[in-house]
């Protein structure tokens, strides 16, 4: 049990465009789920919480109108990262937490962002 | 967003040694631990976790150490294997909120034959 689906795996989009990353839990509700970008060879930073039903917490930096959240149902969260430029290629995982837990992290398999 | 260090130190260990990483994390006020194994592309596997009233955990092959006092985690790995080649995250639990995970800077192990 406790399957994430993030999708799609890769996407290469053109400078100026926007991309739509999905991040589902298969069989569990998760009323909190929250998206991280990481950069080659570096640590996973986490960018928002994102809450179902209510507008995501952004962390210090990161602008949130160009990384869009959308939590509508207990099982879907996307991020929509407006605008792209080159700049936003990056490695981005979602992780979600079961409703009612303190804990128990299921995380995504990633999305390969590639802004050309 | 947050992060513990943005640099990724490589450890070099010979296949069947233990193999030893550390971490040090950043809030007092975290309190549940978590150690990733990330493979090249994709997302962080869960390895073993610690909850703050603990010092010692111990899983299949892997042990986690947790001190408190100076804000230190290590995770033990016995016999390594070539399998056991990744990069490994500490992760902190902050608690209060949404209790958001906070990774740690990562640890590059490379196991040779």
């Known amino acids: 049990g406790a399957v994430v689906s993030q999708h799609p795996s890769r996407v290469i989009c053109k400078s100026g465009t926007s991309v739509k990353i999905e991040c589902r839990s298969l069989?569990?509700?998760?009323?909190?789920m929250f998206w991280y970008r990481q950069f080659p060879k570096q640590s996973l930073m986490l960018m928002a919480t994102?809450?179902?039903?209510?507008?995501?917490?952004?962390e210090q930096g990161v602008e949130k109108d160009k990384f869009l959240i959308n939590h509508a149902s207990l099982t879907l969260s996307t991020l929509t990262v407006t605008s792209a430029h080159p700049e936003d290629s990056s490695f981005y995982i979602c992780?979600?937490?079961?409703?009612?837990?303190?804990?128990?992290?299921?995380f995504g398999s990633g999305t390969r962002l590639t802004v050309v | 967003g947050e992060s513990v260090g943005l640099h990724l130190p490589t450890l070099s260990v010979q296949e069947g040694d233990n193999s030893i990483i550390n971490c040090a994390y950043s809030?007092?006020?975290?309190?549940?631990f978590i150690w990733y194994k990330q493979e090249s592309g994709k997302g962080p596997q869960f390895i073993i976790d610690?909850?703050?009233?603990?010092d010692k955990r111990q899983g299949q092959r892997v042990t986690v150490l947790l001190n408190k006092t100076v804000k230190h985690l290590s995770l033990q790995i016995a016999a390594t294997q070539p399998g056991d080649s990744a990069v490994y995250f500490c992760?902190?639990?902050?608690?209060?909120?949404?209790?958001?995970?906070?990774f740690g800077a990562g640890t590059r192990l490379a196991v040779h034959p």
């Open positions: 992780s979600a937490k079961r409703t009612g837990a303190n804990y128990g992290y299921t």
């Open positions: 069989d569990f509700q998760a009323t909190t």
């Open positions: 994102s809450n179902e039903g209510s507008k995501a917490t952004y």
């Open positions: 809030n007092s006020a975290s309190d549940y």
């Open positions: 610690i909850r703050s009233n603990m």
């Open positions: 992760a902190e639990a902050i608690s209060g909120g949404y209790n958001k995970l906070i």
